[in-house]
């Protein structure tokens, strides 16, 4: 069983078509989202309409729900108070996201789950108790155990910190499947994983990333040009405050 984990598409619908293109060539048996789909970028309905189409199963990130529920935000601007200017950024993403998309869309996204469980797999968003928290690529091995380590399964997939990675402790295969969209680690190239009995691949695809930074131009979305810079890039940089 062949199992494709996509994750962080976050509006782009672009990235999100190239790697619907890939997976023709992959050709998984499952294909399974693991959250933030909508915000922060031009298309966020179509992108909804288009894993609804696509009957893929998931969960729900911690950028879906900011667009019902501001706790998370609130969290994160008073735990990390270096992250006030991005987080004000957030509020008014949440807010233009919501308006877009309409509430059936939106009402989907709430019913999503917070873990995904089948064939050997378990697929959480950033951990398997938090949207918001997750280990990241430096974690020590403790860490990945104690977090993932009570699921239950051999593998598991998560997003969240836009950044792939393979790792395998004490018999458990813990992955980040990467994003689709606003990559971080110095690859501009949208990424999802491949789980085939228990091996975890990453796979790259390029994009038209010219495409999705203009439109957000265009359209004037909130920061458009620092998010441009960062699909350009693949590297987090601050927004100007």
């Known amino acids: 069983m062949r199992v494709a984990v996509v994750s962080d598409i976050h ?6 078509e190239a790697v619907i293109a890939d997976l023709e060539d992959a050709s998984p048996d499952l294909v399974v989202q693991a959250g933030d789909l909508a915000a922060s970028g031009s298309q966020p309905a179509e992108v909804i309409d288009r894993i609804r ?3 893929w199963p998931g969960v729900v990130g911690n950028t879906d729900e ?3 529920s501001p706790d998370g935000l609130n969290d994160l601007r008073d735990r990390v108070p270096a992250l006030r200017a991005l987080v004000e950024s957030l509020f008014t993403v949440a807010r233009l996201t919501a308006g877009t998309i309409g509430t059936s869309r939106l009402d989907w996204l709430r019913a999503l789950p917070y873990r995904w469980s089948g ?4 697929v959480v968003h950033a951990s398997p108790d938090s949207l918001w ?4 690529l430096q974690s020590p091995d403790e860490d990945l155990a104690g977090v993932f380590g009570g699921l239950g399964t051999d593998t598991v997939v998560f997003g969240h910190i836009h950044r792939p990675f393979v790792r395998t402790v004490a018999g458990l295969t813990v992955a ?3 994003s689709v969209s606003l990559s971080y680690d110095g690859d501009p190239r949208a990424s999802y994983a491949l789980v085939e009995d228990g091996e975890v691949t990453i796979r790259r695809v390029t994009y038209d990333v010219e495409r999705e930074a203009r439109q957000l131009v265009g359209m004037r979305y909130p920061m458009a040009e620092w998010i441009g810079s960062i699909l350009r890039t693949g590297r987090y940089s601050p927004p100007p405050a």
């Open 53 to 55: 189409d696509l009957d």
């Open 176 to 178: 980040n499947a990467g």
């Open 119 to 122: 064939e050997g797999v378990t």
């Open 133 to 136: 928290r997750s280990p990241s």
């Open 11 to 16: 509006g782009n619908l672009a990235a999100l």
């Open 66 to 68: 900011m667009l019902w």
